[in-house]
């Protein structure tokens, strides 16, 4: 540990702390006051599939708000950790737990909409193959009432409103998989977390070497990277596929479900480009220590490293605060309540 002791001497923060303290307080606040109001307002609605995963999503984004980012920008900023390790505990856990929640209830969301789409054709499939059946008897009672003159029983139809068919799709065996999946993918990072501590004051919040530390890893990398990543490409495919046929956005707009579509594909879009880089530099930092001969030699405060964890985690911070802003903006009932109200407050006025 000793011969650390000079390249440590000399770290310097990346920014000024003060600067990143008021950047911290201003998005951060911003984006628990944007989840906050989404919450209140989707509390307000009839709990439908997309409402419930919206509201467990906004619940993991504020987890992550409150424990995981702050702590996590000054730490890459400083390249020490301040705050004891009882705190790095909390931190590594609720971190891996709060980010695999968030990504997968993404993933149901997008996969939620597919399914309700695809449920939704079947019932107007069907709707209009009875339809053409009941006119096909109708114009067959007709005739036969032509050729027999008999007119004391006059054809009898009956109409059927399918609409009023369920097409819910349940939501809570998925979301229940993605809560426990979160827990047991951050278990590990509970019970294997601590603090090194280096010369000059220096410490790490890092994981304690074990035997199983790559496979640990290599399941992170799995479960948080490849596997979403796969998910969310196909299911933004199948969207934009859905999106560009005629028939289905002419049905979409009248059922609701085209808003839904384009949600998801915002938020998968949002993922790829702003919460993806934040994923492959930590697995990039797992792999580098776990195949590292010393266990922390590249876990020490690396500039370069230090300086890409630092912007990818502040722009996935952003992208906390751009998806209640999304939420509000693409969903209609959610537009009208927050919107139409303060149009009618100002008109009262």
């Not at 009839?46 to 995981?68: E, F, K, V």
């Not at 449920?119 to 499939?125: A, G, I, R, Y």
């Not at 009875?130 to 009672?141: A, F, L, T």
């Not at 229940?176 to 601590?194: D, G, N, R």
């Amino acid at each position: 540990m000793s011969e650390l002791a000079p390249e440590f001497g000399a770290l310097h923060p990346l920014v000024p702390p003060l600067a990143l303290a008021v950047c911290i307080s201003c998005v951060a606040g911003a984006g628990a006051l944007a989840n906050c109001a989404l919450l209140a307002g989707l509390f307000k609605r009839s709990r439908n599939g997309l409402i419930s995963i919206l509201i467990h999503l906004s619940i993991a984004d504020l987890i992550l708000l409150g424990t995981s980012i702050a702590p996590e920008l000054w730490a890459f900023n400083t390249r020490t950790w301040y705050f004891g390790r009882s705190a790095c505990i909390a931190y590594r856990g609720l971190n891996v737990f709060s980010t695999t929640a968030s990504l997968y209830l993404v993933a149901t969301m997008a996969l939620h909409a597919l399914a309700t789409v695809r449920l939704e054709e079947k019932v107007s499939q069907s709707s209009m193959k009875r339809d053409d059946r009941n006119d096909d008897d109708e114009i067959r009672s007709s005739r036969h009432s032509l050729v027999t003159s008999d007119t004391s029983t006059p054809p009898r139809t009956m109409n059927v409103d399918y609409r009023l068919t369920d097409t819910r799709i349940r939501i809570a065996p998925p979301v229940a998989f993605v809560w426990v999946l979160s827990a047991s993918l951050s278990i590990p990072e509970f019970v294997l977390a601590t603090t090194v501590h280096f010369d000059h004051d220096v410490v790490l919040c890092t994981l304690v070497d074990t035997t199983h530390r790559l496979s640990m890893h290599s399941l992170l990398a799995v479960f948080n990277l490849f596997l979403p990543f796969m998910i969310m490409s196909t299911a933004a495919i199948l969207i934009i596929i859905k999106l560009k046929s005629k028939k289905r956005r002419s049905q979409c707009s009248e059922s609701g479900t085209h808003s839904a579509l384009k949600l998801s594909l915002s938020f998968i879009s949002m993922y790829i480009i702003l919460c993806t880089p934040r994923s492959i530099v930590m697995v990039y930092s797992l792999y580098s220590t776990s195949t590292a001969d010393n266990e922390y030699a590249l876990e020490q405060p690396n500039y370069t490293l230090a300086l890409a964890n630092l912007v990818c985690s502040c722009i996935y911070l952003v992208a906390i605060v751009v998806r209640p802003l999304l939420c509000i903006t693409l969903l209609p009932c959610l537009r009208k309540s927050f919107f139409d109200r303060r149009n009618s407050n100002m008109i009262d006025i």
